[in-house]
């Protein structure tokens, strides 16, 4: 199975710049081992069960709980049996019908 996590995280009480508080669920989620890839607007990840997935959430709420008292959070699933590894796939897959590569 796949589950492909979008998400975004930060605290909105801490002022324009959060980029210190994202950064603390970024290095979760590397130490974590799970593949991911951060974009200017959130992070996706992939996981093999919906279980690892809501757990990673989890993890990074707890990154920002202890001295944040207010924490937005988008989070879209994509999930689907008997694939894995569709981070990747889904983008090569577009790009092989654009005859060109478009993710850096």
């Known amino acids: 199975m796949s589950v492909l996590v979008e998400?975004?995280?930060?605290?909105?009480?801490?002022?324009?710049s959060v980029s210190s508080y994202v950064t603390r669920i970024i290095k979760m989620i590397d130490e974590s081992g799970i593949p991911y890839k951060l974009t200017p607007m959130g992070t996706i990840f992939e996981?093999?069960?919906?279980?690892?997935?809501?757990?990673?959430?989890?993890?990074a709420y707890q990154q920002l709980e202890a001295d944040c008292n207010r924490v937005y959070s988008v989070v879209k699933f994509d999930i689907r049996k008997g694939k894995s590894g569709r981070m990747v796939?889904?983008?090569?897959s577009v790009e092989s019908k654009l005859e060109k590569e478009v993710s850096k």
């Open 89 to 92: 796939q889904k983008i090569k």
């Open 47 to 59: 996981t093999e069960t919906m279980d690892e997935a809501l757990e990673l959430i989890k993890k």
């Open 7 to 16: 998400f975004a995280m930060f605290p909105t009480d801490k002022g324009e």
